[in-house]
């Protein structure tokens, strides 16, 4: 059970790092949250772990709060910024995919300690990349369309789980799909792919849904250098 509690402390963690950041720099900040987390959810990812005796990935709750972020960009700002942030994400992807594998590239000293390291983490990137960026592209285009329609159909200002909630359930899925199809068929046995998809979307929609206080909260700052233009 270690690593239910510690997964449970683990996100909140994320979502208070979250609204610091946001309170810190505001629109701004959702942009540099976006291209943070869209690196280290592709770092994570490469470490399974087990709860409630299924493997996962991690990665979940930090690719979570980039829907988060687009999602109150989209509430906050309109449309246009969230897909800002979502070009912003696949371009800092890629940036991180080519000076890494570059990186590699050089002849480590006999004294290095870290080239093996660094294969492990970053050798399956280029496979991991593509899957990463399809999905993530597919997913969150998918996720503000869906948002911005939902807007229009419950427009409340306390209808905004439903439209948060909404535009996840659907585009996560795909994302789920999209990227453990690319990213791990035939690297694990069908058994455990079925495990890692499953939870996979499992787990982001809960962080998802479990975010939903926070993009309240983040949603009632106030910034005197902004202008709401949803």
Do not use: H
Request: positive net charge; hydrophobic residues 50%; glycine residues 6%.
């Amino acid at each position: 059970m270690f690593n239910v509690y510690y997964g449970v402390m683990f996100a909140l963690v994320n979502f208070i790092l979250f609204l610091i950041c946001y309170r810190l720099f505001g629109k701004q900040g959702l942009y540099v949250w976006v291209g943070a987390a869209t690196i280290l959810a592709n770092i994570q990812v490469v470490k399974t772990i087990e709860m409630f005796g299924l493997v996962m990935t991690l990665g979940n709750t930090m690719y979570s709060t980039i829907y988060l972020s687009t999602d109150l960009l989209n509430e906050k700002y309109g449309q246009k910024e969230a897909k800002k942030a979502v070009w912003f994400g696949f371009f800092t992807l890629i940036m991180t995919t080519v000076i890494m594998q570059m990186a590699l590239f050089f002849e480590p000293a006999q004294s290095d300690i870290a080239q093996k390291s660094m294969e492990t983490l970053f050798g399956l990137m280029p496979r991991l990349a593509v899957a990463s960026l399809s999905a993530y592209l597919i997913s969150q285009f998918i996720d503000v369309r869906l948002f911005s329609m939902l807007k229009k159909a419950f427009p409340g200002y306390g209808q905004l789980w439903i439209r948060n909630n909404g535009s996840t359930l659907l585009s996560q899925l795909i994302d789920s799909l999209v990227f453990c199809t690319i990213a791990f068929a035939g690297v694990y046995e069908w058994n455990v792919w079925f495990e890692i998809f499953i939870t996979t979307y499992l787990l982001k929609f809960i962080v998802s849904a479990a975010s939903t206080p926070v993009i309240y909260i983040a949603r009632s700052f106030k910034f005197k250098t902004e202008k709401s233009e949803a």
